[in-house]
Structure formats: structure tokens, C-alpha cells
T-cell receptor
């Protein structure tokens, strides 16, 4: 089955630690995105990538980093510079640009700082 | 300023009734698109329906329809004959911008609970 797989589903981070969230898709989509979701708020874009080896900052990129070495994979690293990382993180992909066609989402990773 | 406003934080609806979820938007871009997504408790976002700013007719997808009132800048989602499985968070989102650098702007969501 084609889709987007995010792992892990739950992740706990200690203060000052970097953690990496995985996102893999087998839909052959060019574009991939990372969103952050906080309670009572809509999604906010962290980073997006239109093609391999290229990515752009979204609205809240500070404290995060990404790579796009393969079309299928777009991992997100939450660095120690991100002061409030506790949130729900969603990865998505689409054929075209961010809003050109529907996006397909993974099931999310819930990150908690302990 | 909020570009996408969903004024209903939560709604309770009796099973089999129709439900309307409100969404108003603000943009000066003549070309834009409006999306509705459903987020069940499992967490993933599921695309429901899309309306382009130049589309002449309201979009429909099965039990979902979009009541698009351009002059009022509203794009309400209508779910006919609601089912228990419709209980979820619902998000309205707007695409604005041109070229390959579209931006999606999301509302805060409405939590819909269908009562048996």
C-alpha cells in the first residue's frame, strides 16, 4: 500500500538533546513537508522540500533542521535550540507544490520533553 | 491577523443530521484555493474536498459539499447524514500565492462529535 510512514509514534526528549523524526513515502511524490501542531492551533509549516537535495524554511524553522538526500525520505531533526519542542509533528507529501493538489499525511509523531 | 477563521471550537450533532462547519478566510490574492481536512484521533490528516477561487460550482465529494460564498469570503463544509465515524477534528486551509511556492494557511480547527 502506498502512503507515508512516520516513526516513532511517540518520542521523549531530554533537555539539550537532539532528536530525529523519520518520514518515508512510497507515493513517488516530489514535494514533502513538515508541520507542527499545537493544541487549539492550526498546522504551522516548519520546512518543505520540492525536490531532492533542496529544501526551504517554513514559518517556524528555527531550532529545526532537515535533509532530503532521497526522494522517499525527509527526516526532521529537532535540535536543542528549539526551546519548546513538545508538540505533534506531521509529515506530508504531494505531487506538486504545497497547495496545488491534495497532500497526503503520515500519522504523526508526538514529541514530549522530559 | 487571522487569515483562516473557524469560529466553532466544538460541535455536538445528532447522528444522521446534517452539519455545517464554518470557515471564513481573508486574502487579497485573486487566485486561491480552499481545502477541508479531517483529523481523526489516529492523528493523520485526511483530505476531504477542495474549492478553487475560480470554480463556478460548489465542490461536492460524496456526503461532503463546500458552500462557497466568495463575496462573503466563506467556505463552509456541509456533511450530510452524519455518521458516528465523522467524529473528528476538521480543519479548513487556504492556498494563496502563485508559482511553485504555494503556502497553505490553516485554521485552528473544529472538533465535531456525533451523538448516537
Amino acid at each position: 500500500d502506498g502512503g507515508i510512514t512516520q516513526s516513532p509514534k511517540y518520542l521523549f526528549r531530554k533537555e539539550g538533546q537532539n532528536v530525529t523524526l523519520s518520514c518515508e513515502q512510497n507515493l513517488n511524490h516530489d514535494a514533502m513537508y513538515w508541520y507542527r501542531q499545537d493544541p487549539g492551533q492550526g498546522l504551522r509549516l516548519i520546512y518543505y522540500s520540492q525536490i531532492v537535495n533542496d529544501f526551504q524554511k517554513g514559518d517556524i524553522a528555527e531550532g529545526y533542521s532537515v535533509s532530503r538526500e532521497k526522494k522517499e525520505s525527509f527526516p526532521l531533526t529537532v535540535t536543542s535550540a528549539q526551546k519548546n519542542p513538545t508538540a505533534f509533528y506531521l509529515c506530508a507529501s504531494s505531487i506538486g507544490g504545497q497547495g496545488a493538489l491534495e497532500a497526503f499525511f503520515g500519522q504523526g509523531t508526538r514529541l514530549t520533553v522530559v | 491577523a487571522q487569515k483562516i477563521t473557524q469560529t466553532q471550537p466544538g460541535m455536538f450533532v445528532q447522528e444522521k443530521e446534517a452539519v455545517t462547519l464554518d470557515c471564513t478566510y481573508d486574502t487579497s490574492d485573486p487566485s486561491y484555493g480552499l481545502f477541508w481536512y479531517k483529523q481523526p484521533s489516529s492523528g493523520e490528516m485526511i483530505f476531504l474536498i477542495y474549492q478553487g477561487s475560480y470554480d463556478q460550482q460548489n465542490a461536492t465529494e460524496g456526503r461532503y459539499s463546500l458552500n462557497f460564498q466568495k463575496a462573503r469570503k466563506s467556505a463552509n463544509l456541509v456533511i450530510s447524514a452524519s455518521q458516528l465515524g465523522d467524529s473528528a477534528m476538521y480543519f479548513c486551509a487556504m492556498r494563496e500565492g502563485m508559482g511553485s511556492n504555494y503556502q497553505l494557511i490553516w485554521g485552528a480547527g473544529t472538533k465535531l462529535i456525533i451523538k448516537p
